[in-house]
């Protein structure tokens, strides 16, 4: 899944944001993924990584995987500093020395005015994408063109369908999904497996 470099043209400060590939790719293939709410027959992460086999060699035992997510207590999104750019693609700062959440959380940082996200509702939505584990901005449609999708049908990322449900047309919101609502155990290409997702959403258009 390729990625992309752009410049946003149209406002001086420019940021560079990096194109939609392996979400967008998650819409075009993911069309009969189980809704969001089941957690239990979620999709385990879309394409696998590619592997490299070893040189013949003596075998040795694998090593156990290490946590990617740190100990100590769970992070709060009070504590998530999202900087809104406009047009422009969000800064996302994550705190460090906390867990992220186990649960799918959200936070509104703009309450919008418009109609509002229900199940069934079609949508436009401007998304940046960071990872909690190494607290990385991975990619951003800001600047760009929205992605479309319908609330509920199973498409795309499984925790944006809960995750967008109450907002209105011309908020904004974050959203951090864990492991089971995201990509899941095999991750996806620049996603590794079992990570914490964090969104910044904007329904650029509902209904």
């Known amino acids: 899944m390729p990625s992309r470099s752009a410049r946003n043209s149209h406002e001086p400060g420019a940021v560079r944001v990096t194109a939609p590939g392996f979400v967008l790719l998650a819409l075009l293939l993911a069309g009969c993924a189980p809704p969001g709410e089941r957690p239990s027959e979620l999709p385990d992460g879309g394409a696998s990584l590619g592997t490299t086999r070893p040189a013949p060699g003596p075998t040795v035992p694998l090593a156990k995987a290490t946590p990617i997510t740190p100990a100590g207590p769970v992070c709060s999104t009070a504590e998530i500093s999202v900087r809104l750019n406009g047009s422009q693609r969000p800064s996302i700062a994550l705190p460090t020395g906390c867990a992220p959440p186990a649960e799918l959380v959200t936070k509104d940082l703009v309450r919008g005015a418009g109609t509002s996200v229900g199940r069934g509702t079609p949508v436009r939505m401007h998304y940046a994408l960071a990872t909690w584990s190494d607290r990385r901005e991975v990619e951003s449609t800001f600047g760009g063109e929205p992605v479309p999708f319908v609330v509920g049908d199973g498409t795309g990322v499984p925790g944006w369908h809960d995750g967008v449900t109450g907002m209105s047309t011309g ?6 999904v864990p492991p089971a609502k995201g990509f899941g155990q095999r991750g996806q290409r620049e996603v590794k497996a ?12 509902a209904g």
């Open 194 to 205: 079992d990570e914490t997702l964090v969104f910044v959403l904007h329904i650029a258009q």
């Open 171 to 176: 908020g904004y919101r974050v959203l951090v």
